[in-house]
T-cell receptor, first 111, second 114 residues
Framework: DAKTTQPTSMDCAEGRAANLPCNHSTISGNEYVYWYRQIHSQGPQYIIHGLKNNETNEMASLIITEDRKSSTLILPHATLRDTAVYYCIVRSLYNTDKLIFGTGTRLQVFP | NAGVTQTPKFQVLKTGQSMTLQCAQDMNHEYMSWYRQDPGMGLRLIHYSVGAGITDQGEVPNGYNVSRSTTEDFPLRLLSAAPSQTSVYFC?????????????FGSGTRLTVV
């Protein structure tokens, strides 16, 4: 599975868009990009995933570059409840079904 | 539809004791897995299963056993607890089809080994 690189921490003002970057330069053509978040002490929560097209759901948007080497998770109007650790994960299609978490980005939304 | 249910929520063990952490899901997911999370750290995969009767090791399998006799249940056994196993344990499940939505996690079991 491809490894991902994320900034350790980010801040965002409440009501503004939060843009969380992720580098996955070794991603292969059949690997999906997944985003999860973990609010303090809770189990991780699935946010969104994509293969090569941009995706949007009720929680967030996912922008994947054309070469698929990086992506950005966008929370369009961040709230205090969005303060969490955000994990970008690349998931292999073949053989095993492991989901390997890195250390993620700690997003702090402030008033 | 309860999702992923983990029991117990909290547990204190003495070194050398054994116990089983329970995980059950009612979504007919083929895939189930166990993670541990130490303070300030990311999640690390312990064991996983892609279906009943099939299990495999993750990143940190030593000291833990699993079995998958039914689709719904995936218990994690600590054979002889050690202080290094003090952690928060999360169970997760999903469909095997990658195009479907991602993993559903349980609320965790907080284990302390003294």
């Amino acid at each position: 599975d491809a490894k991902t690189t994320q900034p350790t921490s980010m801040d965002c003002a409440e009501g503004r868009a939060a843009n969380l970057p992720c580098n996955h330069s070794t991603i292969s053509g059949n690997e999906y990009v997944y985003w999860y978040r973990q609010i303090h002490s809770q189990g991780p929560q699935y946010i969104i995933h994509g293969l090569k097209n941009n995706e949007t759901n009720e929680m967030a948007s996912l922008i994947i570059t054309e070469d698929r080497k990086s992506s950005t998770l966008i929370l369009p109007h961040a709230t205090l409840r969005d303060t969490a650790v955000y994990y970008c994960i690349v998931r292999s299609l073949y053989n095993t079904d492991k989901l390997i978490f890195g250390t993620g980005t700690r997003l702090q939304v402030f008033p | 539809n309860a999702g992923v249910t983990q029991t117990p929520k909290f547990q204190v063990l003495k070194t050398g004791q054994s116990m089983t952490l329970q995980c059950a899901q009612d979504m007919n997911h083929e895939y189930m897995s166990w993670y541990r999370q130490d303070p300030g750290m990311g999640l690390r995969l312990i064991h996983y299963s892609v279906g009943a009767g099939i299990t495999d090791q993750g990143e940190v399998p030593n000291g833990y056993n699993v079995s998958r006799s039914t689709t719904e249940d995936f218990p994690l056994r600590l054979l002889s607890a050690a202080p290094s196993q003090t952690s928060v344990y999360f169970c997760a499940s999903s469909y095997l089809d990658r195009a479907l939505n991602g993993y559903t996690f349980g609320s965790g079991t907080r284990l302390t080994v003294v």
